[in-house]
């Protein structure tokens, strides 16, 4: 009957312009605003489903634009699957890698959109789907990211009063190595020696300069490093690597499964980074999960500033890992002056809360996204 016709009649793009509460900086970017995809999947038996594609400065953080991955979407992933049952998932991944090489981002939305949509349809939240939820709530840090060190000891008072977050990652490298260190010093000297500091060097050091720092942010107790180096020099990053204590996080290095593989097998770091914007799909980051934890690597729950959309689709399979050893740092939807929902994720005591309603377990505020649509 038509209430089981789960195949998809149409997938629509559109961009989105969300303004965050300050300026995020990052080693190669800058923000004010996020610049979102918002996917929707309509089903035959009636049933949307949505999906969220996050990018940073543009092609910045990444090779995906806004307006690439509308253009992926319209012109490429949405003809090859309209028509075809959205419960397929796998076959429709392969659909998708069909039509389009990499997009990665682009093609998480639609995945994410064709999970909600069935989720919604069979009554089921999408951690189901993926095998069932192991953790109903994930530990989130906040990202300081002003560059002033004065506002940022504020901004990270303010989140330990409101037993919101206590573990903070510093984004570097868009300053010179001293003032990141000075940066650092003053944070340290602020928040005691009991809060956790990561830091996101986002690619900007040279070998010379890790050498020179790392024993510097030893001493200032950081207990990550994340991409201290540029993603494509690995033996560099292996190097690095070997000479601190602090284990290395992989962030942009490895962004398919076989590139997880290669800096593995190479020893570039010892924490994986996940993140829907990297594996391209639902499925394929769960599968990230198991590769690393093959090479004994650890995992830490990544994100791209999300909305409460692409954080809920995040959280529907961090919830099912077996292992997320750093917990997840999807503070994006508290970043975003508006959220896009009328359910936004429930933030307490220092952790996120894993939505259980059916499929992302989210609703959209249609007056928050009409606003922040971009108009053509
Ligand atoms: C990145 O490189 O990790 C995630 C948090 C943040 O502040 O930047 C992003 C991207
Ligand atoms: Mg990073």
């Known amino acids: 009957d038509s209430a089981s016709d789960t195949r998809i009649r149409s997938i629509s793009a559109s961009i989105i312009e969300a303004p965050t509460v300050r300026r995020h900086k990052l080693s190669n970017t800058e923000i004010a605003h996020q610049g979102f995809v918002l996917v929707r999947v309509q089903l035959e038996n009636g049933v949307t489903g949505i999906?969220?594609?996050s990018t940073l400065g543009g092609p910045r953080w990444a090779e995906e634009s806004v307006e690439s991955i509308q253009a992926a979407i319209q012109n490429y992933l949405g003809p090859a699957l309209v028509g075809q049952n959205a419960m397929l998932f796998e076959a429709n991944a392969v659909r998708m890698a069909?039509?389009?090489?990499?997009?990665?981002?682009?093609?998480?939305?639609?995945?994410?959109?064709?999970?909600?949509?069935?989720?919604h349809t069979l009554g089921l939240p999408v951690s189901a789907l993926l095998g069932g939820r192991v953790r109903d709530r994930i530990g989130v840090i906040w990202a300081l990211a002003s560059g002033d060190a004065a506002q940022e000891l504020e901004e990270a008072r303010e989140k330990l009063r409101l037993r919101q977050h206590r573990d903070f990652k510093i984004k570097l490298g868009f300053n010179s190595p001293d003032a990141d260190i000075r940066r650092l010093q003053h944070l340290r000297a602020g928040l005691g020696d009991d809060v956790k500091l990561i830091v996101d060097v986002n690619q900007a050091w040279t070998e010379a300069i890790c050498i020179r720092l790392f024993p510097a942010l030893e001493e200032l107790g950081v207990v990550l490093i994340e991409q201290p180096v540029p993603a494509s020099q690995?033996?560099?990053?292996?190097?690095?690597?070997?000479?601190?204590?602090?284990?290395?996080?992989?962030?942009?290095?490895?962004?398919?499964n076989s590139e997880l593989?290669?800096?593995?097998?190479?020893?570039?770091?010892?924490?994986?980074?996940?993140?829907?914007?990297?594996?391209?799909?639902?499925?394929?980051?769960?599968?990230?999960?198991?590769?690393?934890?093959?090479?004994?690597?650890?995992?830490?729950?990544?994100?791209?500033?999300?909305?409460s959309i692409g954080a809920a689709a995040h959280m529907a399979v961090f919830s099912t890992l077996p292992k997320l050893e750093w917990g997840s740092e999807h503070f994006g939807p508290r970043i975003l002056v508006d959220d896009l929902v009328a359910t936004p994720l429930v933030f307490e005591e220092y952790e996120i809360h894993v939505p259980t309603g059916p499929g992302l377990g989210i609703a959209l505020d249609e007056d928050k996204v009409r606003f922040m649509t971009r108009k053509v």
Do not use: W
């Not at 690995?234 to 398919?256: G, K, N, Q, S, W």
């Open 98 to 119: 069909k039509a389009a090489t990499r997009n990665f981002a682009a093609k998480a939305a639609v995945e994410s959109a064709l999970f909600d949509a069935i989720g």
């Open 261 to 307: 593989a290669s800096v593995a097998t190479q020893a570039c770091g010892s924490v994986y980074s996940l993140k829907l914007v990297k594996s391209g799909g639902l499925l394929e980051l769960k599968r990230a999960a198991g590769i690393a934890q093959a090479f004994g690597i650890e995992l830490y729950g990544g994100c791209l500033l999300e909305s």
């Open 234 to 256: 690995r033996e560099t990053m292996a190097r690095v690597a070997a000479r601190t204590h602090i284990p290395l996080l992989i962030d942009e290095a490895a962004f398919t």
């Open 51 to 53: 999906g969220e594609a």
